[in-house]
């Protein structure tokens, strides 16, 4: 009886680690700066899976390096406050062909699903443009 209750435990455990392997692991870097970047009380923090960004004023581009172990779909949350200006939003890949793109004028709060191909580099772009607020990004693959 033991044996079989062994051989069960050893069958759970190479079940879960097959699992664990198979799920999609995301590696980030960033808050990348393109310069010129001109910006005013800028501040900012990130994490494995979120950026987060306030500014008096910021005119210029900033960016998230992201890629995946396999492929898989990505959920992008996010939020923005808009005092003044405009601030975009745009996924890309290595090859600049854009998986996402939006234009925001208002603050605005909103998610969606993206597909990232296995070991292909993305940027999240945040381009401000005379822009005064704060923004959130928050990713996680589903």
């Not at 793109?101 to 208002?106: F, N, R």
Request: hydrophobic letters at 40%.
């Amino acid at each position: 009886m033991s044996k079989l209750i062994y051989i069960f435990l050893l069958l759970v455990i190479s079940a879960v680690k097959m699992i664990a392997q198979e799920k999609a692991v995301l590696y980030t870097t960033g808050t990348h700066f393109i310069l010129p970047v001109e910006k005013e009380q800028w501040q900012n923090t990130n994490t494995d899976n979120f950026t987060r960004a306030s500014y008096k004023w910021y005119n210029g581009q900033t960016y998230i390096m992201m890629v995946s172990n396999k492929d898989t779909t990505v959920q992008l949350d996010y939020t923005a406050v808009i005092k003044k200006g405009k601030l975009q939003i745009e996924v890309s890949n290595a090859k600049n062909e854009v998986v996402y793109k939006t234009t925001l004028k208002a603050d605005t709060k909103d998610l969606e699903k993206l597909e990232l191909k296995a070991d292909e580099i993305y940027h999240i772009t945040f381009t401000g443009q005379q822009t005064s607020g704060s923004y959130a990004c928050l990713w996680k693959t589903i």
